[in-house]
């Protein structure tokens, strides 16, 4: 590895950030903090690097003091961890200042945590990414000797998917019937295909993310994990895409699995769908009220961006909608915060600290469909008293005053996802 190259490399970064476009994300990290930013393939962490630069620069960081490399780079591929010192010897070797690390995809680099760990212990300040095991939450204090923070990075918001596009909105947007004919319209592409940030310029958006989701399986799961049964890994997800929104045993799926003529144990889908959430493409949640032996078997599944998981349905819209609402709530809420509930009576989403349940129904045109999303409600809050019962619909907007006392907000998801949590 030689130093002249990691110069440019950290020259290149010098010239060419500054001048990227940038939407600012909403970003709060402790000022002098060291932070790890994990999420799935292309959800927009490198942006959180590239966001952070161009902060610090404002704030009156010299860029002299900016080393960015990003270790998918080809020139970069033969590099070892023992090599990684050569970064901070090249920069050395051309500026006195102290620099600011950024480091994008540096799992790629075994043995790369030592490096890391180094660094915080001489007090430069790093901002790492990656989207492996390595990179997860629960791993990062053991990894890096709780010298860094974990910052979650998800695809864009909706909110953040309309502020991208330059649509801005007002706290009175929704008395005006042409900025409500602009957010819906934007909604149905951002329901149908994610919010992928790189997505948006995007014609053939299907394509791109048959891509992804090819770049996902084979460097994320297949390569890290050394799996060697491909069929039944596709399979496995398949199968966990058709099942979104249903309490789901392993066994079922491996059942489903051996039905197409691919063995595959309940171990190997319970190791499947853990591989699946190393690499930030799916997420579970479990039933409140389960047993502890239920609580790891039977689980709800959700996949971390609704362009992924269209790829698998077939025009099941009521599917996409609670998978949907499943992102926005992740990303609001943390495991210990939100839940599912099933002993007696099924309700979608339950966040316990808040007293609050959501509901998700894409229509209410039915009798039936409305007596059963109330009669959920009405018999949770005789468990657990309630403080709000939201229903989460397509189109449809009302309230319901239900003779027991308890008033069921209907609101449609657009609507939802720009005004909750409030």
Same mark, same amino acid.
């Given at each position: 590895?030689?130093?002249?190259?990691?110069?440019?490399?950290?020259?290149?970064?010098?010239?060419?950030?500054?001048?990227?476009?940038?939407?600012?994300?909403?970003?709060?990290?402790?000022?002098?903090?060291?932070?790890?930013?994990?999420?799935?393939?292309?959800?927009?962490?490198?942006?959180?690097? @590239?966001?952070?630069?161009?902060?610090?620069?404002?704030?009156?960081?010299?860029?002299?003091?900016?080393? @960015?490399?990003?270790?998918?780079?080809?020139?970069?591929?033969?590099?070892?961890?023992?090599?990684?010192?050569?970064?901070?010897?090249?920069?050395?070797? !051309?500026?006195?200042?102290?620099?600011?690390?950024?480091?994008?995809?540096?799992?790629?680099?075994?043995?790369?945590?030592?490096?890391?760990?180094?660094?915080?212990?001489?007090? @430069?300040?790093?901002?790492?990414?990656?989207?492996?095991?390595?990179?997860?939450?629960?791993?990062?204090?053991?990894?890096?000797?709780?010298?860094?923070?974990?910052?979650? !990075?998800?695809?864009?918001?909706?909110?953040?998917?309309?502020?991208?596009?330059?649509?801005?909105?007002?706290?009175?947007?929704?008395?005006?019937?042409?900025?409500?004919?602009?957010?819906?319209?934007?909604?149905?592409?951002?329901?149908?295909?994610?919010?992928?940030?790189?997505?948006?310029?995007?014609?053939?958006?299907?394509?791109?993310?048959?891509?992804? @989701?090819?770049?996902?399986?084979?460097?994320?799961?297949?390569?890290?994990?050394?799996?060697?049964?491909?069929?039944?890994?596709?399979?496995?997800?398949?199968?966990?895409?058709?099942?979104?929104?249903?309490?789901?045993?392993?066994?079922?799926?491996?059942?489903?699995?051996?039905?197409?003529? !691919?063995?595959?144990?309940?171990?190997?889908?319970?190791?499947?769908?853990?591989?699946?959430?190393?690499?930030?493409?799916?997420?579970?949640?479990?039933?409140?009220?389960?047993?502890?032996?239920?609580?790891?078997?039977?689980?709800?599944?959700?996949?971390?961006?609704?362009?992924?998981?269209?790829?698998?349905?077939?025009?099941?819209?009521?599917?996409?909608?609670?998978?949907?609402?499943?992102?926005?709530?992740?990303?609001?809420?943390?495991?210990?915060?939100?839940?599912?509930?099933?002993?007696?009576?099924?309700?979608?989403?339950?966040?316990?600290?808040?007293?609050?349940?959501?509901?998700?129904?894409?229509?209410?045109?039915?009798?039936?469909?409305?007596?059963?999303?109330?009669?959920?409600?009405?018999?949770?809050?005789?468990?657990?008293?309630?403080?709000?019962?939201?229903?989460?619909?397509?189109?449809?907007?009302?309230?319901?005053?239900?003779?027991?006392?308890?008033?069921?907000?209907?609101?449609?998801?657009?609507?939802?996802?720009?005004?909750?949590?409030?």
């Amino acid at each position: 590895m030689v130093k002249e190259m990691l110069v440019n490399i950290i020259r290149e970064g010098q010239d060419i950030i500054p001048e990227i476009s940038l939407y600012d994300r909403p970003n709060e990290l402790e000022e002098k903090g060291n932070y790890v930013f994990v999420g799935v393939r292309q959800c927009g962490k490198s942006y959180m690097l @590239y966001q952070q630069i161009q902060q610090m620069l404002k704030k009156g960081c010299d860029i002299r003091q900016i080393v @960015y490399v990003n270790f998918d780079d080809e020139r970069l591929q033969m590099m070892k961890s023992e090599e990684l010192d050569l970064i901070l010897q090249a920069y050395s070797s !051309v500026y006195e200042e102290k620099p600011v690390f950024f480091f994008d995809e540096i799992q790629n680099i075994d043995g790369w945590e030592h490096f890391a760990r180094r660094l915080a212990n001489q007090k @430069y300040q790093v901002f790492i990414t990656g989207s492996n095991a390595k990179m997860l939450g629960r791993d990062i204090a053991t990894t890096l000797g709780g010298r860094y923070w974990t910052k979650d !990075v998800y695809p864009f918001t909706f909110k953040e998917f309309l502020e991208s596009r330059d649509v801005k909105l007002d706290k009175v947007w929704y008395n005006s019937q042409k900025k409500r004919a602009v957010v819906e319209r934007a909604f149905n592409e951002y329901f149908y295909f994610g919010g992928f940030p790189e997505i948006r310029n995007v014609v053939a958006k299907r394509l791109w993310l048959n891509e992804l @989701y090819n770049k996902i399986f084979f460097a994320d799961l297949v390569v890290r994990n050394k799996i060697r049964n491909e069929a039944a890994l596709r399979l496995t997800m398949r199968r966990l895409a058709e099942c979104v929104g249903q309490p789901t045993a392993y066994n079922r799926i491996s059942n489903m699995v051996k039905s197409a003529g !691919v063995n595959c144990q309940p171990n190997t889908v319970m190791d499947f769908v853990r591989f699946m959430r190393d690499a930030c493409m799916v997420f579970s949640l479990t039933n409140y009220i389960a047993k502890f032996s239920e609580r790891e078997t039977i689980k709800k599944h959700y996949f971390v961006d609704n362009g992924l998981l269209n790829i698998f349905l077939n025009n099941n819209d009521s599917v996409l909608l609670e998978n949907l609402c499943a992102i926005h709530l992740r990303q609001n809420y943390s495991d210990e915060q939100l839940y599912y509930y099933n002993k007696n009576v099924e309700v979608d989403f339950y966040l316990p600290e808040e007293k609050t349940a959501i509901q998700v129904c894409y229509s209410l045109s039915d009798i039936k469909t409305v007596e059963r999303e109330i009669n959920a409600m009405v018999k949770l809050h005789d468990f657990e008293p309630l403080r709000r019962a939201l229903i989460i619909t397509r189109d449809e907007e009302k309230t319901i005053q239900h003779n027991s006392g308890l008033t069921i907000e209907v609101v449609p998801v657009w609507k939802w996802l720009l005004e909750y949590p409030d």
